[in-house]
Nanobody
Framework: QVQLVESGGGLVQPGGSLRLSCAASGSDGEITFAAWYRQAPGKARELLASIASGDRTYYTDSVKGRTTISRDDAKNTVFLQMNSLKPEDTAVYYC?????????WGLGTQVTVSS
């Protein structure tokens, strides 16, 4: 059974940084596409960044310039590095991945940006 497990969330001060990880387990298949989403209380889930084969990346305007999505294929893990964090970045962050043409979601990791 394939599982995506996010980690790296927590409490961070405004202006700080964090690195989220999303590890896929239960499959020998390669992550062919992955993305990070977030959902703040009372708001819809929004796409932040994605990475496809050939390391083609996409960033939404709200995080562009202070966010980097990357992958380690040997570990079947995807990362999200976020810098210059703001209180409005507070949300649950979710990993999404396509492995062998099937789609998977992680359970999410809470990120709280507050002083």
């Amino acid at each position: 059974q394939v599982q995506l497990v996010e980690s790296g969330g927590g409490l961070v001060q405004p202006g700080g940084s964090l690195r989220l990880s999303c590890a896929a387990s239960g499959s020998d298949g390669e992550i062919t596409f992955a993305a990070w989403y977030r959902q703040a209380p009372g708001k819809a889930r929004e796409l932040l960044a994605s990475i496809a084969s050939g390391d083609r990346t996409y960033y939404t305007d709200s995080v562009k310039g202070r966010t980097t999505i990357s992958r380690d294929d040997a570990k079947n893990t995807v990362f999200l590095q976020m810098n210059s964090l703001k209180p409005e970045d507070t949300a649950v962050y979710y990993c999404y991945a396509v492995i062998e043409d099937r789609r998977y979601w992680g359970l999410g990791t809470q990120v709280t940006v507050s002083s």
